[in-house]
């Protein structure tokens, strides 16, 4: 079995040279980060009970799965953690190998899936972040995410609901109105349900912890943590 989706790794393999432009098709994902980065070092502070100020992820181990061009890895990295970033594309992980290289930051890229990684050790945390609704069987692809997580180690979910209300947010109006992201971008019936997740990593040990909403505001041009779980979620699991 394999959780790669070739047709999906295609497109964004295609678009690979824009991971870094603030301005080109990852842009949304720019607007997003900081929100997300800050959801993520919060909370893994606080499960750990972390007490450095100057590298306050130092000692936890990252796992970021479809890391793209390393727009999380490297704030990780920077945050003290010791990041290994995979992808299943080649060129999204020279990208990122590159870009970390020119950036001095010590980062383990490795092309490859979860349940193809070749590493005996299992990680503090793993991030899947904008990745489930990607992948070819969410089912075995979260399987095998458990099987790389630490007894007690968190596990980030970050996906779309699948709701009438995403349809609209998400492809309508980020895709064919807003032209935020390429047409194509996103599949509705690849999105997930909040209760579908949570029923899915229960049989893998994996027990929620909270689920957020993240809510755009047109207004300030950013991003928030919300309590509206009806298009862009994340979810917060430990493993058992």
Known sequence: MTSVNKKEINKFSKMADEWWSPEGKFKPLHKFNPTRIKYIKENIIYNFKLKNKFKPLSGISILDIGCGGGLLSEPMSRLGANVTGIDASDKNIKIAKLHSKNNKLKINYLCSSPEKLKIKKKFDVI???????HVEDVDFFLKSCSKLLKK????????????????VFAIVGAEYLLRWLPI????????VKPEDL??????????LNKFNGMKFNIIKDEWNISEDLSVNYIGKFIKN
Request: glycine letters at 4%; proline letters at 0%.
């Open 184 to 191: 194509g971008t996103h599949e509705w019936e690849k999105f």
């Open 198 to 207: 949570k029923k899915i990593l229960i049989k893998y040990d994996l027990s």
């Open 152 to 167: 007690n180690g968190l596990m980030f979910v970050a996906t779309i609901n699948k709701t009438l209300k995403s349809y």
């Open 127 to 133: 991030l899947n972040m904008e990745i489930v609704e």
